[in-house]
């Protein structure tokens, strides 16, 4: 069964703190994404890869940063993490450009305190 | 305006009713149109999928196309609780890496 797999589903941090969420695919897939879902604002992207060590900004890219070293691994980052940051997490990832859907990871609920 | 606008809902219907869940969309460049279902506390699953305009069925949902009226349906006979989830639509274009999507509609189908 091919997975998308994050790392943790809940977590808590302090604020100000550096934050790291991890990203793995089984499926030899080109394209990860970032994404935060809150409600009532559906899915927000904010970084995505379409290669090994290349990124480019989403729509709310402030804040974070992402790190794709190797093809099945994409690691966003919260440089100081703040309270405005909590949310629902997911990553995703596809074979091709838009033309395939994604497959999406359970989500990490991070929360800022 | 969003390139993408979907019914947040809730919207609650009882078991075995037919459901429709709707989007509409501006940009004339979209090519490939997705439904997801996503469950409470999980991340979406791609439900069907459908290259420009038409319909496509798969058991108990069908999704319908009209490029003309840059409008899609999802349509899921004989509904169940099992169905209660929120229906995000999802769409690209042919050059683009990402998808554009809609808020999702949260739908409650009471038994």
């Known amino acids: 069964d091919v997975k998308v797999t994050q790392s943790s589903r809940y977590l808590v941090k302090r604020t100000g703190e550096k934050v790291f969420l991890e990203c793995v695919q089984d499926?030899?897939?080109?394209?990860m994404f970032w994404y935060r879902q809150d409600p009532g604002l559906g899915l927000r992207l904010i970084y995505f890869s379409y290669d090994v060590k290349m990124k480019e900004k989403g729509d709310i890219p402030e804040g974070y940063s992402v790190s794709r070293e190797k093809k099945e691994r994409f690691s966003l980052i919260l440089e100081s993490a703040s309270t405005n940051q909590t949310s629902m997490y997911l990553c995703a990832s596809n074979k091709d450009r838009g033309i395939y859907g994604y497959t999406f990871g359970s989500g990490t609920r991070l929360t800022v305190v | 305006q969003k390139e993408v606008e979907q019914d947040p809902g809730p919207l609650s219907v009882p078991e075995g009713a037919i459901v429709s869940l709707n989007c509409t969309y501006s940009?004339?460049?979209?090519?490939?149109f997705m439904w997801y279902r996503q469950y409470s506390r999980k991340g979406p699953e791609l439900l069907m999928y459908?290259?420009s305009s038409g319909n496509k069925e798969d058991g108990r949902f069908t999704a319908q196309v009209d490029k003309s009226s840059k409008y899609i349906s999802l349509f899921i006979r004989d509904s169940q609780p099992s169905d209660s989830a929120t229906y995000l639509c999802?769409?690209?274009?042919?050059?683009?890496?990402?998808?554009?999507w809609g808020a999702g509609t949260k739908l409650i189908i009471k038994p």
């Open positions: 999802a769409m690209s274009g042919v050059s683009n890496y990402q998808l554009i």
């Open positions: 940009n004339s460049a979209f090519q490939y």
């Open positions: 499926m030899d897939h080109e394209n």
């Open positions: 459908t290259y």
